[in-house]
């Protein structure tokens, strides 16, 4: 009878998960979901300069002047150069066609983004003010992050871990088997959640003008998945 329900044990496990090697013996293949929430702490956004000239080079030195002014102004934000990314320059002609096939041109457009890593969350309004008034013509891609982030990951996986264990010991045991080694581990995805359920909203008020925004803070989640294969004692 025992030997029968290692053998189920054997035939259940394989199928689900495809490409995960197995060992010859009798075996249980397992999952683990591990998650761990948390406020935001930092906030990432792209700061966007445009410029449209004649020529190139006055569209690319308005764009750059922008771009400068932006750069100088983020020291007040105690933002780390680690923290910035403004290398990024696109210059092109624009060009029309008329129905006969004449060659238009409506001059130069140059373009610059700027991302940002603000670690002062509720400086948040102030430094769009601040990029707005710089002369960017907008701002994007704005992400509630935690400076946390790795330490955080690294809880969730031992929560996978844990929980693929557990479920590993109770599978063998309902069936009275016994659980042996383990014989692979394998890290399946990672990845971040942004919740904005009813009872994990947090308003921040930031600073600015008067007239200063309110924001509302995600509840960030770090969610890691692992999967095992444990052989079975015989």
Known sequence: MRQVLLALLFVLAGPAFAG??????????????????????????????ESRAAQPLPAKKAVDQGVNRLLEALSRFGIADEDIE??????????????????????YEASRKVTVLLKQIDRLNDLIDTGLASGATGFSNLEFESTRATELRAEAKRKAIQQARGQANDTAGAFGAAL???????????????????????????????????????????????????????
Do not use: C, M, W
Request: proline share 6%; no cysteine.
């Open 20 to 49: 995960t090697p197995l060992p010859d013996a009798p075996h249980i293949v397992v999952s683990g979901e591990g998650k761990v929430t948390t406020k935001p702490d930092s906030a990432r956004l792209s700061f966007a300069f």
């Open 86 to 107: 403004a290398g990024s320059l696109q210059a092109s002609e624009d060009v029309d066609y008329t129905d006969s096939g004449r060659r238009v041109s409506n001059g």
């Open 180 to 234: 042996g080694p383990i014989y692979s581990i394998d890290s399946v995805t990672s990845q971040v959640e942004f919740r904005y359920g009813r009872q994990t909203l947090d308003s921040v008020t930031v600073t600015g003008s008067a007239a200063a925004g309110r924001y509302i803070q995600p509840t960030v989640e770090y969610v890691e998945n692992v999967r095992a294969v444990f052989e079975l004692k015989r």
